[in-house]
């Protein structure tokens, strides 16, 4: 259980980081103290499910994604991937490849 709070921690602090506040600011958004944030991104305390729907709102941060590592469109390409007979999976994969090259 350790492993996965820190884990938890870690995209909370990577997350606020992109957002470029502090953990002052972000424990303020969240209606929490600066040292039980703190002790969260560090996976030395965990959030309520409360906390975890507030995370979402104030980080944008999918729970899946929180809790999993797994964002949403990493599931929707594994159901391409699983759907998509082998002979085909180099076509898909250079689709994939194409559009990301687009979003850059």
């Known amino acids: ?11 909370l602090y990577k997350r606020r980081k992109e957002m470029k506040l502090t953990q002052e600011k972000m424990a303020e958004r969240l209606g929490m103290s600066a040292a039980f944030y703190g002790a969260v991104e560090r996976g030395r305390k965990r959030l309520s499910i409360e906390k975890m729907l507030l ?21 929707i390409t594994m ?25 850059r």
Not at 1 to 11: A, D, F
Not at 64 to 74: F, N, Q, S, V
Not at 79 to 103: A, G, M
């Open 79 to 103: 159901e391409l991937f699983k759907d998509c007979p082998e002979e085909k999976r180099p076509v898909l994969e250079q689709i994939l490849s194409d559009l990301t090259e687009l979003c």
């Open 55 to 75: 995370v979402y709102e104030q980080m944008g941060m999918n729970p899946d994604y929180l809790l999993a590592g797994e964002r949403p469109m990493d599931k």
């Open 1 to 11: 259980m350790e492993e996965i709070l820190v884990q938890i921690g870690n995209r």
